[in-house]
């Protein structure tokens, strides 16, 4: 059985850390400052993990093959499952003519004021699709609707990919807390009340931030009305949910909630300055639109068939629990209990859940149903399922290598190293907790997987500084959600639809700062949570 080395570079802390994090810098410099394709990045930083795992923490290197095609069969399914058929109800939308109706609907029904187009589409929108599929989709469907509307496409995946930080704790119905209970022990309403407590901040002010990202002050000036009943429709009802109703429907509801809420505000109320924030550059291009979409407005309600199909057959689904039908817990070979946890004293389990009704195919089902109500023919149905093998081709590869660079840097040890390097820093842990999340989002795309690689390290450095376990468990899963804009897997899938596509690296130099942002005010937030307002923290 391998034991994991936690310092194993010249037994320090330090050095150890220094050169664990090499492969995720060689990855972050590969795609912000070479600009490589995503999934080369990906690829390069394996291959430095695994020199680095096998001649530094001396793990074996056909267990460190078995641990990176775990990470790669998990990337196929569930992930990649979710993706494409999420990107195949997307591309369905788009050849029946569904996504052009839903586009025509903004202009009829919402507004033509690329400020209020950008919180309805980006953030409510976007934050009501991850809250069902996530893993970078509600980027990808967000900023399409966003270019469809006249937005540059680097500025739409930016902004969409910003807004998704709101969402992602609760997203896929509520999947990342409840892991995040499951590995540490902790109260899964406990968890959620305590998310619900950091992240409806983050929501109520990223209106604000992304119109002056968009825009500068000016944009501000003229719609902080509608940022204000957007951002707090939705912090209020995450808030609420979060702490009275548990995980499963704060997104859900929260982004339903303040997208009625922000239409309905924008019908009695317009920005004076609209005319200087038209989303086409000129005028008449958005009365000729207007103009040709007023014949067949009885219609336009096919535009939100496919998204009002996803939300429900999703919500059925989970709910039922149909996703536990036919599931089954396969014991990885050659690497289930053949690793030695040593920060937790304890075999290391290699189980890879296979469920062939996890919520992949619930969107699947969506796919078809969205195919009836439309009257789809065959043909259109299959020449969307081609469009999604030519969008995600390399996606999947990039998520495959990335996944497999997650997984060796958990069976190795390495991260762990990094987790203990950041618990040491002691009265400046509550800080950094944060980051540990960051830093494993970054690696998986996933807050899930970050919350079960670092959940339960928070908690151990938590009860070693007599620091409230719940507080730091649920920042592992609030600093995860700042990464999201900058984790390869979830670029690489926003920009597969469009014409940045293996220019991942371009997004990602537009968002690193935003991120670091977002997770330094976090860190100001739990310190506050820590020692100042203790008591709104949960007890365990």
Partial sequence: MFHQLLTPIGHS?????????????IVLVLLGVVRAPAWIAALCGLVAGLIEAVAGWQMPFHLALDSVAEGMVFALWP??????????????????????????????YATEDRRIQLLIIAFSFGALMEGISG?????????????????????????????????????????????????????????????????PIFAFLLPFYVIVVMGGWKALKGAWPVALVGGLSYALTQFAVANYLGPALPDVLAALVSLVCIVLFTRVWRPKDTDQFRSFAHTGAYREMAAASEAPAGRLWRGWVPWLTVTGVVIVWTFLKVADHGAQKVH????????????????????????????????????????????????TFWLAAADTWKQLTFPILTVMFILGLAYLYNYSGMAYTLGVAVAALGSW???????????????????TSSNALFGNLQVVAANRLH????????????????????????????????????????????TFWHSIILTVILGILVVLQAHAWSGMVPHP
């Avoid at 802390?13 to 810098?25: E, Q, R, W």
């Avoid at 014409?499 to 130099?509: D, Q, S, T």
Wanted: a positive charge.
């Fill in 332 to 379: 990885w070979p050659g690497l289930d209990k053949q690793v030695y946890l040593t920060l937790y004293h304890k075999p290391y389990e290699a189980v890879w859940a296979f469920q062939p009704l996890a919520t992949g195919t619930a969107i699947l089902v969506a796919v078809i149903l969205t195919a009836l109500f439309l009257r789809a023919g065959w043909k």
């Fill in 429 to 447: 842990f509550p800080f950094f907790s944060g980051f540990l999340g960051w830093i494993a989002c970054f690696l998986s795309g996933s807050d």
């Fill in 135 to 199: 893993f970078g989709t509600p980027v990808a469907i967000a900023s399409a609707l966003l270019v469809g509307l006249g937005f540059p496409v680097l500025e739409a995946v930016t902004y969409a990919l910003i807004f998704d930080t709101a969402p992602v704790a609760f997203g896929a119905l509520g999947v990342p807390i409840v892991t995040l209970g499951s590995v540490t022990n902790l109260n899964v309403s406990a968890l959620s009340s305590m998310v619900g407590r950091q992240l």
């Fill in 467 to 510: 620091l409230n376990p719940v507080l730091m468990a649920a920042t592992n899963s609030s600093g995860a959600v700042m990464s999201k804009m900058i984790s390869p897997q979830n670029v690489t899938t926003g920009v597969s639809t469009g014409e940045l596509r293996g220019k991942e690296g371009l997004v990602i130099r537009r």
């Fill in 13 to 25: 802390t330090a050095l150890s850390f220094l050169v664990g994090i090499i492969p995720i810098v």
């Fill in 79 to 108: 992930i990649m499952w979710i993706v494409w058929n999420a990107m195949w109800l997307y591309n369905l939308s788009q050849r029946t003519g569904a996504f052009a109706q839903f586009r025509d609907w903004m202009y009829r």
